[in-house]
């Protein structure tokens, strides 16, 4: 069983130089939020292939991921073997993919660290806290080989000499060894202490061996009678892979690094900042492999995975529309008005930013908080103020206000037919409405009814998104129809799509949602939380996310195939992203909490221009 996922990602925002920064992308792999997984390895079909939760996967340089079931296990180690199939080891288990299905191969091993083919045409496995090095056939014989009273074997790579080498440790002492075909151990020792970080060997074009081992600023090179010596590279290596054209690649703390054969390196800035606090992958070790084309893929726990490819276009920039200074800080709403211009609620101010990039500030009502906003006739804005009066204002600066019934809290407004306006009041468990006469009426939910984020609907009415697991479709005429739904109660947001259908987030389960007008619902998983929600200038539907432990805030897309991206925005380290709306100048504007840049903007038609591959899978 296989099931596809478009994967991909591009880098918003990023400071460095565009011939540095360019070949170097993000993405999330789809269910390993939370998960620490990082097996990554290059397959003989071109592909690289990554570890998921219950699956495996394998991603091709165009961003598709293939996810193939395992019968439930996650991989700890991966390796392409010498039949031309995809084996791992899960646990105690070893198995092999081929044609697209999972077959176990071997039960009964013991923490298996590191799986790879052997210059016998088997597979061999380290079982590092038993201290053997296992041999697994393809017919599932096991064959055990004990390394030495105290060794440990973390990483395996096929000797130029026809054995079969490894690096691990001795009482926290870095070492490398050698294992023939007869069983019998030799081991070199390097004089370095362990830290948490395994060391990792592979075999070199020159007919060497290379460990990275924790050393500093170098790698170890190890002839195959053993004499080893430091390489110096200039970064401490934290994770190392050979490519089809005999280059070594190694990741470090600021970058991607390639050693030709020739000894020649070349240095590749990493332009999400790792090193910095503003990335969650600085002090993770990543594990690395070259794809059959040369792409090199980072892989670090939580999900992320970095893929460089040289010649790969420079991602979309983002644009600061509005700084954070004086009474201006990240909008709390942001609405398209219906002349194209674009509202804020910021704080004690609404600030209107018109098609000519003019901006007017009002005050309507000093010392108050305005958190809900939508829009209204001739191009002004409905807002609420204190939760006990609804009122409208006009590009000119006329307020209107309508007293609410005792009692009400609103949480958002969306606009009705004719100059009208729908609310949420979660005080009183109802939907109002405000018409053009003046006349409010509101409708009960229900007395455990907690509704919060509302959406007009083609037909007239709104949706209305309930934190009792719910969601209601209210009709034009106050009836309600009311659909359950799953998942956690954090639902803030809803918007409504041209077929009269809605998309939701979900915060908490971190989904994004669909539900259509016959209460149909579709979920589509994200790696951040989804906060905002919108429908792009592109056709696509949009949404923000929150950082959450292996993600970066950011935004995300759906695209009509339901192919999900999720895209790290790097203007700053701390911010939260938050409202969501297209701008006068047709580009995506969305808002930003605790950063210098209070509203930025993007242009989502430069996604199909820069090639860049789409990112973070998601599946109905």
Not at 180 to 195: A, D, E, H, I, K
Not at 289 to 308: I, N
Not at 420 to 443: C, F, N, P, Q, T
Not at 552 to 560: F, K, N, V, Y
Request: include cysteine.
């Amino acid at each position: 069983m296989w099931t596809r996922w478009l994967a991909a990602a591009l880098l918003l925002g990023a400071l460095a130089s565009p011939a540095a920064a360019a070949p170097l992308d993000r993405f999330y792999l789809p269910s390993v939020a939370n998960q620490d997984l990082s097996a990554v390895a290059a397959g003989g079909d071109g592909r690289v292939w990554v570890a998921l939760r219950g699956a495996i996967g394998a991603v091709d340089r165009d961003g598709m991921v293939t996810t193939y079931a395992t019968g439930g296990l996650t991989p700890d180690a991966i390796a392409a073997g010498p039949d031309g199939a995809v084996w791992f080891a899960a646990g105690g288990t070893v198995a092999r993919v081929a044609g697209g299905v999972t077959a176990i191969v071997a039960r009964g091993l013991v923490d298996a660290e590191s799986i790879t083919a052997g210059p016998d045409g088997a597979m061999w496995v380290a079982e590092t806290s038993a201290g053997d090095i296992a041999r697994v056939t393809a017919d599932g014989e096991v064959q055990r080989f004990r390394l030495g009273s105290g060794v440990s074997a973390w990483s395996l790579t096929a000797g130029p000499d026809r054995n079969l080498w490894f690096a691990g440790a001795l009482d926290a002492q870095g070492l490398v060894g050698r294992l023939t075909p007869s069983g019998q151990v030799t081991t070199f020792r390097f004089p370095l202490l362990l830290s948490a970080r395994a060391p990792i060997i592979v075999a070199g074009p020159d007919g060497n061996l290379w460990v990275a081992s924790g050393l500093p600023n170098a790698l170890l090179r190890v002839t195959p009678a053993g004499v080893i010596s430091t390489v110096d590279v200039g970064s401490p290596p934290r994770a190392l892979a050979l490519a089809p054209d005999g280059a070594l690649w190694f990741s470090t703390f600021d970058g991607i690094v390639r050693r030709a054969p020739d000894g020649t390196l070349r240095r590749f800035e990493d332009a999400f900042g790792v090193s910095s606090n503003c990335d969650d992958f600085a002090f993770a070790q990543p594990a690395l492999a070259v794809a059959g084309d040369g792409t090199v893929w980072a892989s670090y726990p939580q999900g992320a995975l970095d893929r460089f490819a040289v010649g790969a276009a420079a991602p979309a920039p983002v644009r600061p529309v509005l700084s954070a200074r004086g009474p201006l800080r990240a909008p709390d709403a942001m609405v398209r008005a219906t002349d194209g211009s674009a509202w804020m609620a910021m704080r004690s101010a609404l600030v209107r930013v018109a098609a000519s990039g003019r901006r007017t500030v009002f005050h309507p009502w000093r010392g108050r908080h305005f958190a809900s906003l939508t829009t209204a006739a001739h191009g002004g804005v409905w807002f609420s103020t204190a939760n006990t009066k609804l009122s409208s204002l006009s590009p000119t600066g006329r307020v209107r206000s309508y007293r609410l019934p005792r009692g009400a809290k609103i949480n958002e407004l969306a606009p009705g037919t004719r100059g009208s306006v729908w609310y949420v009041d979660y005080g009183l468990h109802s939907i109002g409405h405000l018409d053009v006469a003046g006349k409010i009426r509101e409708y009960r939910l229900g007395r455990h009814a907690q509704p919060f984020g509302i959406a007009p609907r083609s037909a007239g009415g709104v949706w209305v998104t309930d934190a009792n697991r719910a969601i209601e479709r209210v009709g034009p005429g106050g009836d309600i129809t009311r659909f359950p739904r799953t998942g956690t109660s954090d639902v803030p947001a809803i918007v409504t799509a041209p077929d009269d259908s809605a998309w939701f987030t979900d915060f908490g389960a971190r989904r994004v949602g669909h539900i259509t007008p016959a209460g149909a619902i579709q979920r589509f998983p994200t790696h951040g939380h989804p906060t905002a929600i919108a429908l792009g200038p592109d056709g696509a539907v949009w949404f923000t996310t929150t950082a959450g432990p292996g993600a970066q805030g950011g935004l995300g897309r759906i695209d009509a195939a339901g192919h999900v991206r999720e895209l790290p925005v790097h203007l700053t380290c701390t911010a939260s992203y938050l409202g969501l709306i297209t701008g006068p100048d047709g580009n995506l504007w969305f808002a930003q909490d605790g950063s210098p840049v209070a509203v930025a903007e993007l242009d989502p038609r430069r996604l199909a221009e820069t090639g860049a591959i789409p990112t973070a899978a998601g599946d109905a």
